[in-house]
């Protein structure tokens, strides 16, 4: 299975799969620091929901052009409903199990990969979203828009990034202009495809908790009553994204993402490495040991989307520990 943006391994030279990932670890950092006064008992379950919704999600590709695919990348989707800070920690999460665990997006790639697909979506995606909000109706049909605004250019700034990347660490000899013409180009598509599930989303989350969304803060609707008890929701969210990743994938379009078919017309796919996990468990999204392509890919899906959920809401979990510590241990004593 071929998912947009996923870099692997030797499509930029070493000293930029360096600087990128020290430019990634900085802002996880930050984003950890920013995050905390945010988790609370809602946040906190919504963002480990929206982890899992994003890992099932990004196994569907969908045809953007002849012979051409593309995937949710869910910076944008993350940001509005968490907040720039959450939303690139969660996508960043993602990221990480998907090249531990998948063999998808390379191990020496992984600065690039969570800088281009976590930190350029959701803080790109964030800064176009607060920005079309001033200029639409103080509404949820006017979040929505901005939402689906934002998602379309968070995939375009990532394209952006990774053309940037490739002036300065370039592999092969590609000009900078080919690259970034042609990244531009099929991103766009995807991009769209990108805004109207976002889009999707967003509306429903509106629709059964508006009180949950960050990008609706100052909407009447998002301070009205919950319409969904928290663990209602929460169990409903799990369910959907296993709904995605079990059996939704499985009609996912089997055909070169958007930086694969750009590397090919352009001369550099030759260039990629091996993953180093690519005989893991999971590798390619596949079961190992099992015959059946269906239930391979239901059993890789639901493991993955589990254990997203469950590394995403263990992080946060352990950052507010930590923080309630320290406010416990310096508080003054009678």
């Known amino acids: 299975m071929l998912l947009a943006m996923h870099a692997p391994d030797g499509f930029l030279t070493a000293p930029t799969a360096i600087a990128t990932g020290v430019l990634s670890a900085g802002a996880m950092a930050a984003a950890i620091r920013a995050s905390r006064p945010e988790l609370d008992d809602d946040r906190i379950p919504l963002a480990g929901v929206t982890a899992a919704f994003v890992f099932a999600a990004q196994m569907v590709n969908f045809p953007v052009a002849a012979g051409t695919t593309g995937h949710l990348m869910g910076g944008a989707l993350a940001a509005v409903l968490l907040g720039p800070s959450l939303g690139l920690l969660v996508v960043a999460v993602v990221v990480i199990v998907q090249a531990i665990g998948f063999a998808d997006g390379g191990l020496t790639a992984l600065g690039y990969n969570v800088f281009n697909m976590a930190v350029v979506t959701a803080l790109g995606g964030w800064a176009v979203f607060r920005g079309a909000r001033r200029l639409l ?20 700034l990532s394209a952006l990034a990774f053309s940037l990347q490739w002036l300065f660490g370039a592999s092969a000899a590609v000009p900078f202009d080919t690259v970034l013409t042609a990244m531009l180009g099929v991103h766009t598509l995807i991009g769209l495809g990108e805004g109207l599930i976002t889009a999707g989303v967003v509306a429903a989350v509106l629709a059964v908790r508006p009180d949950l969304v960050r990008g609706a803060d100052g909407i009447d609707r998002a301070a009205g ?15 959907a994204s296993l709904i995605v990743a079990v059996g939704v994938a499985q009609f996912a379009v089997d055909n070169p993402d958007g930086l694969e078919r750009v590397a090919e017309d352009t001369g550099f796919s030759e260039v990629a490495e091996d993953h180093a996990l690519g005989s893991s468990i999971f590798a390619d999204y596949a079961t190992a040991g099992v015959g059946d392509e269906t239930v391979s890919l239901a059993i890789a899906g ?13 992080l946060l979990l352990l950052v507010r520990d930590r923080r309630r510590g320290s406010d416990a241990s310096t508080a003054p004593t009678a």
Not at 139 to 156: D, H, I, K, N, R
Not at 302 to 314: E, H, I, K, Q, R
């Open 225 to 239: 009553p919950a319409r969904l008890p928290r663990a209602r929701f929460v169990l409903a969210g799990v369910v």
């Open 137 to 156: 109706p103080a509404t949820p049909t006017g979040v929505t828009l901005g939402a689906f605004v934002a998602a379309v250019a968070s995939v375009v």
């Open 302 to 314: 639901a493991a993955g989307t589990l254990v997203t959920l469950a590394l995403g809401t263990g």
